[in-house]
């Protein structure tokens, strides 16, 4: 079932919760609502629900307006962060609960919600287990009932708050795959609601960003990790390095250095923000052209099979990182210089105005200090 999202609002007080939202969620795709806390992605999902009104706007189900619809008339299935289950029901009967609720003459059979009950049970593998009661069952097993109490009404939208918040990490990994797994089985369209960048990043078709009751992008996970529609996205997602730059009439300037780029063809003295990630940035150990620019190595971190470099600006003192694999730092570092080039004519700019709420780092360098046992990795 798609789900169209227009010009929706909603405030709590003189609090603006929505601003405007509009948004299409295709059939059958498992999108993710990400943002930081207060950004509105949960009360966006709660009006998906029917468990909020809004004051303006319109929702529709595969073409059909919901606005006015009840929850149940929504056909809709929702997952809590905290899971709400009934402490002293069972597992089957929590599980059960949604169907035993019915009025009677759409209530099915004994019979039926008993094979309908054992069936989700062995879907969310948790077969054997139907007598437990949940202070007997792991914060996974958990998860897993309230995902089978959803799944029981036979939902045409699931929508999940949070959906791992509670668990640790190896339990939201072990989830995160599996719940992918049920998704591209079952084929529900699923809206959940997210603030982990990696969660949404490797389970969701759609990533929803959303930023102060406003949506900034829509897109696949490769489409706004690799092509940011602006500063926010930029820094929200993952790590992200920032130059203060000049743009004017094709040619960028950064202190004394300064490279033809036909980004800034129109420009007139703008100032801009240049970003790039750690990972992309392409790195030497001689000068290679007019856009790269020297350097001094700070720090070195050893992250697994990365290794991260902690670099500073010979030109303006700015501070950024690098992410190299270990091989590639061990070619490189063969001799006890900190000296480097990075090459900087990749970096993506968006004029000042779009970046005030960024801040580029600088440090002294007379207070940096690095002994020669810090650079070998």
Same mark, same amino acid.
Request: aromatic share 6%; net charge negative; proline share 5%.
């Given at each position: 079932m798609g789900i169209e999202i227009k010009q929706v609002s909603k405030s709590f007080g003189t609090f603006s919760a929505l601003d405007h939202i509009n948004l299409q969620i295709p059939s059958g795709e498992l999108v993710a609502l990400l943002g930081p806390s207060g950004s509105g992605k949960t009360t966006l999902l709660r009006l998906i629900a029917g468990l909020e009104q809004m004051e303006r706007g319109v929702i529709r189900f595969d073409g059909v307006d919901a606005t006015r619809k009840t929850v149940q008339e929504r056909r809709v299935g929702f997952v809590f962060q905290h899971y709400a289950l009934f402490r002293h029901m069972s597992v089957f009967d929590n599980i059960a609960f949604g169907l035993q609720v019915l009025p009677r003459g759409k209530r099915p059979s004994k019979d039926s919600i008993r094979t309908k009950i054992m069936e989700l049970l062995r879907l969310v593998q948790l077969n054997g287990l139907e007598s437990r009661f949940p202070s007997q069952l792991s914060g996974g097993q958990r998860q897993r009932v309230a995902l089978a109490r959803a799944l029981a009404i036979e939902p045409n939208v699931l929508l999940l708050d949070e959906p791992f918040g509670a668990l640790d990490a190896q339990v939201r990994q072990e989830l995160r795959r599996w719940l992918k797994q049920l998704h591209n089985t079952l084929k529900i369209t699923t809206v959940f609601v997210t603030h982990?960048? %990696?969660?949404?990043?490797?389970?969701?078709?759609?990533? &929803?960003?959303?930023?102060? !009751?406003?949506?900034? /992008?829509?897109?696949?996970?490769? %489409?706004?990790?690799?092509?940011?529609?602006?500063?926010? &996205?930029?820094?929200?997602? !993952?790590?992200?390095? /920032?130059f203060r730059v000049c743009g004017h009439e094709g040619t960028i300037h950064m202190g004394h250095l300064s490279w033809k780029s036909e980004e800034v063809l129109n420009w007139n003295h703008t100032e801009a923000i240049g970003y790039i990630r750690p990972h992309q940035m392409e790195l030497s150990r001689t000068s290679k052209g007019e856009s790269w620019a020297e350097a001094t190595l700070l720090h070195?971190?050893?992250?697994?099979?990365?290794?991260?470099?902690?670099?500073?600006?010979?030109?303006?003192?700015?501070l950024f990182e690098l992410e190299l694999n270990g091989e590639q730092y061990r070619e490189l570092w063969e001799d006890s210089s900190r000296q480097l080039y990075v090459n900087l004519k990749s970096i993506r700019l968006f004029p000042v105005k779009q970046s005030q709420h960024q801040s580029v780092k600088?440090?002294?360098?007379?207070?940096?200090?690095l002994t020669m046992s810090e650079i070998k990795v």
């Open positions: 982990d960048q %990696e969660e949404a990043l490797e389970m969701a078709d759609q990533v &929803v960003i959303v930023n102060k !009751g406003k949506i900034e /992008q829509v897109g696949t996970p490769i %489409e706004v990790y690799q092509s940011p529609s602006n500063p926010f &996205v930029y820094s929200f997602l !993952g790590r992200v390095n /920032q070195v971190s050893q992250l697994g099979p990365l290794v991260r470099l902690e670099c500073q600006l010979t030109v303006d003192g700015t600088r440090v002294n360098m007379q207070s940096v200090s």
